[in-house]
């Protein structure tokens, strides 16, 4: 049974009456009773009863049409879908992202997302760049927010933000009297840093960030999450580099934010993604994008 000989059933069991049912379909009355004829002899069964005075569904046109009527919304609902998809407003997204993100462009990305796509189911992992660098090319995630340099030709990119480091001290620590600091001012002062295998990125700007000013840095204590970070400096563990960013989510009774005095290397926080990505993909991209450049235009922090 073709598809439009079931509309052409549908159309006469709501009208029941041939000559209205024909109006309805823009057809011709006599092709539209050949073609019902025609469905009955496929499918073996009378599915009117026709007289001079009126038509009526018989017991089978009656099952006929109570779930023809089902089966084709779901189908109109499937092309619903499919065409949704075909436009990014619909499907599966797989979002990984990590603390930088989380703290500075993610929320107001998720947000506007959200209020636009909202039949898009989000699936949202944290994770460090080198974890989002294999899902990405493994397929587990499609969209990852990972600091720079990517350096994979399989995937594509868009910076985001690029982030200054600011140095978390205690209060009461003697560097918190001062309103910037020199990296010569932390070089004897025990660091807390993210462990090398939970953010290998970060972890080398950092030490890199030392060793070019001459010091090596003395890795006092390792701790994967920023807001443990934050807790240990709090309480006189040590000091922290942290991305500017997680300052503004931080604010932990017990410590303060001071900025370098020296010009040192960005944190670069990008959007990337598989090449040749679906409409899903190129949408939550475009959006990404879009926050951030009317973040920047009106001067405000994102």
């Not at 600091?181 to 080398?204: K, M, Q, S, T, W």
């Amino acid at each position: 049974m073709e598809l439009r000989h079931l509309r052409y059933f549908l159309a006469v069991a709501e009208e029941l009456h041939f000559t209205r049912a024909a109006e309805k379909l823009h057809i011709a009355q006599p092709p539209l009773s050949q073609q019902i004829r025609a469905l009955e002899v496929e499918l073996g069964v009378e599915l009117f009863v026709r007289t001079r005075r009126k038509v009526k569904l018989t017991e089978a046109g009656r099952v006929l049409y109570e779930e023809g009527q089902r089966a084709l919304a779901q189908l109109e609902q499937a092309v619903r879908l499919a065409q949704g998809a075909a436009r990014g407003e619909s499907g599966r997204l797989a979002v990984g992202f990590n603390s930088s993100a989380a703290y500075s462009v993610l929320p107001a990305i998720l947000r506007t997302y959200r209020q636009r796509f909202a039949e898009v189911e989000l699936v949202l992992r944290e994770a460090t760049t080198d974890r989002q660098l294999t899902d990405l090319r493994e397929g587990r995630i499609d969209v990852g927010f990972l600091y720079l340099p990517i350096g994979d030709p399989a995937l594509r990119w868009a910076v985001l933000l690029s982030e200054p480091l600011v140095v978390a001290v205690g209060e009461c620590h003697p560097l918190a009297d001062k309103p910037s600091l020199a990296i010569a001012d932390l070089a004897a002062e025990p660091l807390i840093l993210n462990p090398r295998a939970d953010g290998r990125r970060f972890y080398d700007l950092v030490t890199e960030i030392f060793e070019q000013s001459g010091f090596k840095p003395r890795v006092a204590q390792e701790a994967a999450l920023t807001q443990t970070i934050v807790s240990l400096v709090a309480g006189g563990v040590g000091i922290a580099l942290l991305p500017d960013s997680a300052r503004q989510f931080q604010r932990r009774a017990g410590v303060v934010y001071r900025p370098l005095s020296e010009q040192i290397p960005h944190l670069e926080v990008a959007v990337a993604w598989r090449a040749e990505p679906p409409a899903v993909v190129r949408e939550f991209v475009r959006v990404a994008r879009e926050i951030v450049t009317a973040a920047v235009t009106a001067g405000q922090s994102v």
